[in-house]
């Protein structure tokens, strides 16, 4: 069962299995990566009342798990995950965690950094849902909505 750690705020510590069917974006599919037939592998999320820890499985064997880990303070969290630093603070907005911020990129394609907002929440049926909104160096947003059902 998802319990509050303290008033308005929730402990999402579990083990979660995305639920494809409920994905809601508005990026374009990339048809190629569609074909592989790649799902969102599992998340195992970790928290105590100074962090919230979530851990992405490897999709595919010889991956690496992507892990990030926030400050539940108020403090700066910074997480480096290949190519990619996500710089964020996080707050409480009722039961809702907000996570927010920047997402810096640096390949051989150049460099890139991204608004970033994540907000976390159980909902009535008590599926974990993610939302992610990016805007990009344009202005151009994006978002993302993922749900997760308890293993």
Request: hydrophobic share 30%; glycine share 6%; aromatic share 8%.
């Amino acid at each position: 069962a998802v319990q509050s750690p303290a008033p308005g705020k929730v402990d999402f510590s579990g083990q979660w299995v995305h639920n494809d069917a409920l994905l809601q974006t508005t990026h374009k599919v990339d048809a190629a990566a569609k074909a592989t037939g790649l799902k969102q592998p599992p998340i195992t999320i970790t928290q105590t009342p100074e962090t919230l820890t979530i851990q992405h499985d490897p999709p595919l064997p010889g991956w690496k798990a992507q892990r990030y880990v926030y400050n539940l303070a108020g403090k700066k969290s910074v997480n480096y995950n290949g190519a990619n630093v996500l710089t964020t603070t996080s707050r409480w907005e009722g039961n809702k965690l907000v996570n927010e911020g920047t997402s810096y990129t640096e390949t051989s394609q150049g460099e890139s950094t991204w608004k970033w907002r994540e907000t976390i929440w159980v909902d009535a049926k008590r599926r974990l849902l993610f939302e992610t909104r990016t805007t990009d160096e344009s202005g151009k947003t994006h978002l993302v909505t993922q749900t997760y059902d308890r293993k």
